[in-house]
């Protein structure tokens, strides 16, 4: 996509998430967390491109995971960011279970809310999620934390008014994260 910026993965991200990757291998099979078809490099490769949204995200940001399901981006971006305080909203309980499970086993500060998301909570610095509403409802969705926002989707999705970061895997475009207006990039400073 011509118009996106590009947003590299970091080689190092990768091998950090191995533990999590291995933890997901390991209750994926008895749960269907990801697709069961998946293997433990297929997983760490789906947790490693959930990093992208870190430069995306300001130090020591407080970040809402909106429908984290299996803990994406929420579990990733707290193995390499650990400044961020992040609640992995979801409203699944076996989901939840999972989550309160792997951060507990990595020492991984991430809270869990069993809830459904509401448009009108208000007290989060940005809003992450991994595509659970189409782009185009993506804002109405979130509510006024729109313009502090930030969705990963496919790489052919329509930014809309948002702007397009293309996420970088060996050089090959792997999805977009749709950013809202008051959202930049903060590589300078943020170190995991």
């Given amino acids: ?14 091998d950090a998430l191995l533990p999590l990757a291995r933890l997901l291998e390991q209750w994926n099979g008895a749960h269907n967390l990801v697709s069961r078809q998946m ?12 990093t992208a949204f870190g430069p ?9 995971d909106l429908g984290s399901g299996a ?8 193995v390499v960011r650990p400044d961020l305080r992040i609640e992995a909203v979801e409203p699944r309980e076996k989901r939840c279970t999972w989550i309160r499970f792997a951060a507990t086993k990595l ?4 809270q869990v809310k069993k809830a459904r998301w509401k448009p009108t909570w208000g007290h989060y610095d940005r809003v992450v999620s991994r595509a659970v509403f189409p782009p185009e409802q993506f804002d109405e969705s979130v509510g006024h934390l729109a313009n502090q926002s930030l969705q990963m989707t496919g790489q052919d999705a329509h930014p809309l008014t948002r702007r397009a970061h293309a996420v970088l895997r060996a050089g090959a475009c792997v999805g977009l994260i749709l950013a809202g ?12």
Avoid: F, Y
Wanted: net charge negative.
């Fill in 107 to 110: 020492k991984l500060a991430v």
């Fill in 1 to 14: 996509m011509s118009h996106a910026s590009p947003l590299v993965l970091d080689p190092e991200h990768r």
């Fill in 71 to 78: 803990g994406l981006p929420a579990l990733p971006l707290a």
């Fill in 39 to 50: 293997d433990l490099e297929q997983i760490q490769d789906l947790l490693w491109e959930c």
């Fill in 181 to 192: 207006s008051q959202t930049e990039r903060h590589d300078e400073g943020v170190t995991p």
């Fill in 56 to 64: 995306l995200l300001p130090l020591n940001a407080h970040v809402a």
